[in-house]
């Protein structure tokens, strides 16, 4: 979000009020008329005026006829900037807010893209090796071993289907019902993401 600009004829009025603020301008004195004011400014007499004016709304000078504008409050002047001071901390808190939440935004459009180009990636792995199965080696003591793929009712408890039995360096593919499932086999099966968790849980949950 780019910055707001402020008004020239504002500028000019805080820059006055500063001048009054650090005592280079005193209380009681006269302005410089304001075609003096918009030659040292570089502005037109109606940026000038305009610029006083602002002053006097705020109460930090009074404009005399015939005298022109005579500083009658330094404390106005202070308060002025602080005023100042507090919007402009807005504004930068507002470009800082809305720079992070651009940030934001490209980031997590280059997420979305690496997720789509992930998934993408996924998919055509699944397509081009839909029967690639995990294996899954029991090496620890469970009470399921000895016991046949028909009676540990495997493919309905686990949600996979049986594609290998690796016993004692014999592998023996589409295992029917009855072949039994002992220790330190290595099993093939295909199913899902969870099909390796659901194998293990029937042995060792």
């Not at 992070?100 to 699944?126: H, P, R, V, W």
């Not at 397509?127 to 028909?150: A, C, G, I, W």
């Not at 589409?174 to 039994?180: D, E, I, Q, T």
């Amino acid at each position: 979000m780019p910055a707001i600009k402020q008004p020239r004829y504002r500028t000019i009025a805080l820059r006055i009020a500063e001048q009054i603020s650090n005592g280079q301008l005193q209380v009681g004195t006269k302005i410089h008329a304001r075609s003096t004011l918009a030659t040292s400014y570089g502005v037109s007499s109606e940026t000038a005026r305009r610029a006083i004016s602002i002053l006097e709304d705020l109460g930090i000078v009074e404009t005399r006829h015939g005298s022109g504008a005579i500083i009658i409050s330094r404390d106005k002047a202070q308060e002025f900037i602080n005023s100042e001071s507090d919007a402009q901390n807005l504004q930068n808190l507002q470009t800082d807010l809305s720079k992070q939440i651009e940030d934001q935004k490209a980031g997590l459009m280059t997420l979305t893209q690496s997720l789509n180009a992930f998934i993408e990636q996924t998919q055509y792995y699944k397509k081009h090796n839909p029967f690639r199965p995990y294996e899954l080696q029991l090496v620890n003591d469970s009470p399921m071993f000895d016991q046949t793929v028909s009676e540990l009712n495997f493919w309905h408890r686990t949600g996979t289907t049986l594609v290998g039995i690796l016993h004692e360096n014999r592998l023996t593919l589409s295992p029917g019902p009855y072949a039994k499932i002992q220790r330190n086999d290595t099993l093939y099966f295909v199913g899902d993401e969870l099909s390796v968790q659901n194998v293990y849980n029937l042995f060792y949950e």
